[in-house]
């Protein structure tokens, strides 16, 4: 146990609805990341958050939102599903937004879009 | 645009051999490098990383190097075992553009043989 959580594991849904992605990120770390890995395709960045304030961006739909709440928990929003959307979502967290001892990464959410 | 490339695939190698594993990237701003491990259904762990302004770093049983005019990184795993066996991930960082933010590259799938 990574001591990143990320719920649920798995989710399946249509095309065109919403769902959410909820991330709790390691006790004591500040900052939390979002990526995205699509079949046969590296980890791609989506959004940083540190303390609750967006600190980076990255190839984010604009069908995706993100927020970091007061308790630190963050959620990744995607609307208007589209089948290409169907991939692995994982959450990471740091203590400081620094890389420099690495992210500390969830299990993931594998989303399937029908 | 992949801007870290891992080209091998998958590599197999016998127990108590050397595995090298390796990366090209293309961004030469980027200036800060890690490796991750990947097991199925798990997260990507944290393995080593390097700055560019060393050419490597040693933790155990893994070394980095890194060819700053190459633009290109390698991972050494010596000597290999079973439990080695996972997905490697390179990824690299440019912080002055985005944040901590890193770039992936699409994964080495390590096979280790008894």
């Known amino acids: 146990d990574s001591g990143v959580t990320q719920t649920p594991k798995h989710l399946i849904t249509a095309t065109g609805q919403r769902v959410t992605l909820r991330c709790s990120p390691r006790?004591?770390?500040?900052?939390v990341y979002w990526y995205q890995q699509s079949l046969d395709q590296g980890l791609q960045f989506l959004i940083q958050?540190?303390?609750?304030?967006?600190?980076a961006k990255g190839n984010i739909l604009e069908r995706f939102s993100a927020q970091q709440f007061p308790d630190l928990h963050s959620e990744l929003n995607l609307s208007s599903l589209e089948l290409g959307d169907s991939a692995l979502y994982f959450c990471?967290?740091?203590?400081?937004?620094?890389?420099?001892?690495?992210?500390?990464f969830g299990s993931g959410t594998r989303l399937t879009v029908v | 645009d992949q801007q870290v490339k891992q080209n091998s695939p998958s590599l197999s190698v016998q127990e108590g051999r050397i595995s090298i594993l390796n990366c090209d990237y293309t961004?030469?701003?980027?200036?800060?490098f890690l490796w991750y491990k990947k097991y199925p259904a798990e997260g990507p762990t944290f393995l080593i990383s390097?700055?560019?302004?060393?050419d490597k770093n040693e933790d155990g049983r893994f070394t980095v190097f890194l060819n700053k005019s190459a633009k290109h990184l390698s991972l050494h795993i010596v000597p290999s075992q079973p439990g080695d066996s996972a997905v490697y991930f390179c990824?690299?960082?440019?912080?002055?553009?985005?944040?901590?933010?890193?770039?992936f590259g699409k994964g080495t799938s390590l096979l280790v043989t008894p």
């Open positions: 390097i700055s560019s302004i060393k």
């Open positions: 958050y540190y303390n609750g304030e967006e600190r």
């Open positions: 961004n030469s701003m980027f200036d800060y």
């Open positions: 990471a967290s740091s203590v400081t937004g620094s890389h420099n001892y690495g992210y500390t």
């Open positions: 990824a690299a960082s440019d912080d002055r553009d985005s944040g901590y933010a890193l770039n």
């Open positions: 006790s004591g770390d500040l900052s």
